[in-house]
């Protein structure tokens, strides 16, 4: 006899579920008159005002912006000068907002006219801070000579010292194995930004060959202080993870370590609540394959965000905050895509403003509520694609340009009442139709589907995993903790009929899938998922064209926290 399928105690929230509001999209982020795309760090003042930064060049000129926010970062004012640069190439401006209120300012600029990043091209780093209570501007000052990457923020720690975590170019370094060029270290003042000096710490990631992206090594550091005191810095690596060193004082760091964050080739971004929690946004995704031996852009389709009660011990969440809109179509033929490059401030109203992204319109502002992290039930939307990744390349790659295409489509079946669902194939030559959705991370859960799977249907399977992988990367199926395959011709799925499909899963490593409530099979994870399960992914395997496939007409979750 069958079992039935074991019922999942769903333990209570200390705050309710459901009850928050998802991420808010505020577009582009254009300040009013300005025509320009100016969504770039903020920082929050004592009375809930925001201020963003950015550089602007006019009228032969080149100063640091300002817009303002007073309904905490739904609408901005018109962009106006706020301090006035040198004609020199400067890039973006990274904020401080001290503890006694003076405002300071960490800008690279670019010099030489060379290619070769520290040997006759470099970046140096200046800083500038505001005097008399934001009335006055001193001079910028040159604190670093070389070649430095993105700076991803500048920190000040509860002793009053200052600290630029960043990376250093070193010259003639290729970038390919043992660690690339970049070496992580940081700049410290003592004094309010009057004299600075730099970390001896050099801290390294391991490079590989065949990697699919640029191997620079450990880069585009961020940092957090937590509760004793210890400061916690995260890396960008091509290792498939963060990184992370630990410190006392910022002067001294331990060795950059694999963290438990998995991560594309991309930086993070962690941020302090005013009621003590931590939340951290990053690019919690798999790089790509690569097609042949030519490279794919990736790793960027979405980033996401975790909270953490007990400053860093667990975490939940594990959502996608942000989705490339762009992700299931023709990429663009040139430059840096997608949604990486977060930074996070916080609102008057106990929530999160974040600004991240790559591409023309495509670094925007967000309204974060942080306990939509804790959320520990959902439901996929059917009928569009806005939370689904269904994007397949295809075609040669060149210069990390490769076409995409979406591959499932929406169908209106009359015994549906002609509502939605998704059908995956194989229609063509390419690669099965695939297809993911991110839902609240849990260490255990049910998810139940409903699913028809149709007559002569080649191939198919449902995954659940714990981070993102293209939705046709065959690697994704691969990895993933627990697998259930399927054909027209097993009997449990009773191909042509609607059934409903349940996969349990517990902390334990077990679980089962029912049919019908009945139990008819038993899972074993093929590896641990310590920071829970995240990702469904549904995908056609069929070895040849499958004009049939399968359908799928509701997803929901629920999570055990």
Known sequence: MKATLPILLLLPLSISANAAEPPVDLGPGNAVGSGINYASAAVTFPDGTLESYFRRAAEGAVSIFRARSTDNGRTWSEAEPLVALSVEPWGGPMPLLDRDGELHFVIPRVRGE???PAVDRFIDLYHLRSTGGRTGWTEPKRVYEGYCGALQGVFQLKNGRILAPFADWLPSVPTRPPTGPSETTALYSDDGGATWRRSPARLTAPCFDGYNGANYGACEPTLIELKDGKLWMLLRTQTGSLYESFSDDGVDWTEARPSRFPSSNSPAFPIRLGDGRMVLFWNHCVMPPRAGKDGVYGGRDALHGAISGDDGKSWRGFREIYRDPNRNGTPPATGDRGTA???ATLTADGKILLVSGQGESLRRRFIVDPDWLLETRAEAPMGDFEAWHVFKGFGPAKRFWRDRKAGPEWVNLPDLAEKPALR?????????????WNFPAGRAGRL???VRVEP????GSVCLTDRFYDPCDAAGEADAPFRFDFDARSPAVAAGVWREWVVMWRADGGGEVALDGVVAASL?????FPNGLS??????TAA??????????AVSVEIEP
């Open 448 to 450: 139940t589907l409903r």
């Open 524 to 528: 074993k994870a093929r590896r641990d």
């Open 535 to 540: 990702y469904l992914r549904l995908r056609s």
């Open 341 to 343: 490059y977060p930074h």
């Open 544 to 553: 040849e064209i499958d004009p049939a496939g399968f359908t799928v007409a």
């Open 114 to 116: 060379g290619r070769r």
């Open 424 to 436: 995956l194939r194989r229609p063509d030559e390419l690669p099965g139709d695939g297809a993911t």
């Open 456 to 459: 002569g249907c080649g191939g």
